[in-house]
C-alpha cells in the first residue's frame, strides 16, 4: 500500500513515519509512505503556494495551481483509489474509516494550510475529506500522520501479533479491557485474580464484561451505535 502526501511542511511529517511500527512497515516493503513539498510544484520564483481570499476576509488560501501540478503529475505515474484532503469539516475519522481504507493500493492525502485550499481543488481532485475530531490544528500534516497510522497497523504482517490490531479497542465496537504486566502486586495494588487463574474462557468472559463496562460507563454512545 502506498502513500503519497502533498504538504508544505515536509519536515513535520519525517519523525512520524521514522520510528517504531510505521518504520519497520516500510521496512518490510509492507507500505511505502512518499512526502512531496508542495513548493516545488509553483510557477512563482519566490515559491509561494497561497494568496489573498476573494471577496475580502482573513486569512490565505492555498492556490489551485501547485496542488493541481503535483497532484497530475502523480496521477499520471500511478491511479489513486482515493485523494484526501484532511480538514476538520470532513467526516470524523474512526475505526471503520480506517478499515474501510485498508483495502485500497494507492492513497493520495492533501495537507491544508492558512485558512484552507481553493474549493476548486476539492471539487476537482478530491474524493474524500476526512476530520480527525472537532478542532482545528495549524495544519494538516498532524491529521495525515495520523490517518496513516490507523491504516498501516492494520496491514496484515505489520504488527508482530495479527490478532491484535483486530482486539484493538473500537474493532468490535467497544473499548479495551484493562490490561496488567508483572508485579502482581505494586504498592498494595493487586492484579485482578483473575487474570491469574489460567482459566482462558473465564479470562475471555471477564475481559468482555470489562469492556461492556467501560464502553458503558465513557462511551455510551458506542454501545446506542
Ligand atoms: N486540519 C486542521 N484541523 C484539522 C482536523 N481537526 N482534522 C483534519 N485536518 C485538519
Not at 512526502?35 to 512563482?44: A, G, K, P, Q
Not at 481532485?125 to 492494520?154: F, H, M, Q
Not at 479491557?177 to 485482578?192: D, T
Request: proline share 5%; glycine share 6%; charged share 25%.
Amino acid at each position: 500500500m502506498r502513500f503519497d502526501i502533498i504538504t508544505v511542511l515536509p519536515q513535520l511529517l519525517e519523525s512520524p513515519f521514522a520510528h517504531s511500527i510505521l518504520q519497520r512497515a516500510q521496512k518490510k516493503d509492507l507500505t511505502a509512505i512518499h512526502v512531496h513539498n508542495l513548493r516545488e510544484y509553483t510557477s512563482n520564483k519566490q515559491k509561494s503556494v497561497d494568496d489573498y481570499p476573494y471577496g475580502g476576509g482573513s486569512g490565505m488560501v492555498m492556490q489551485i495551481e501547485p496542488f493541481a501540478n503535483c497532484i497530475d503529475q502523480l496521477k499520471a505515474e500511478r491511479d489513486y483509489d482515493e485523494i484526501i484532503y484532511m480538514t476538520p469539516d470532513g467526516q470524523t475519522l474512526n475505526q471503520e474509516i480506517a478499515n474501510g481504507l485498508i483495502q485500497h493500493k494507492n492513497i493520495m492525502i492533501l495537507c491544508g494550510h492558512y485558512k484552507g485550499i481553493d474549493q476548486r481543488i476539492r471539487d476537482i481532485y478530491v474524493t474524500k475529506e476526512i476530520s480527525i475530531g472537532d478542532y482545528v490544528l495549524s495544519g494538516g500534516e498532524l491529521p495525515a500522520a495520523i490517518l496513516v497510522d490507523a491504516i498501516v497497523r492494520l496491514i496484515p504482517g505489520v504488527l508482530s501479533d495479527e490478532t491484535s490490531a483486530l482486539s484493538d479497542s473500537f474493532q468490535d465496537g467497544l473499548l479495551d479491557a484493562p490490561i496488567y504486566s508483572r508485579p502482581v502486586e505494586w504498592k498494595g495494588h493487586k492484579v485482578p485474580d483473575i487474570l491469574l487463574s489460567g482459566h482462558e474462557a473465564k479470562i475471555a468472559e471477564w475481559r468482555h464484561e470489562q469492556q461492556l463496562q467501560r464502553t458503558k460507563e465513557r462511551r455510551p454512545d458506542l454501545l446506542n451505535d
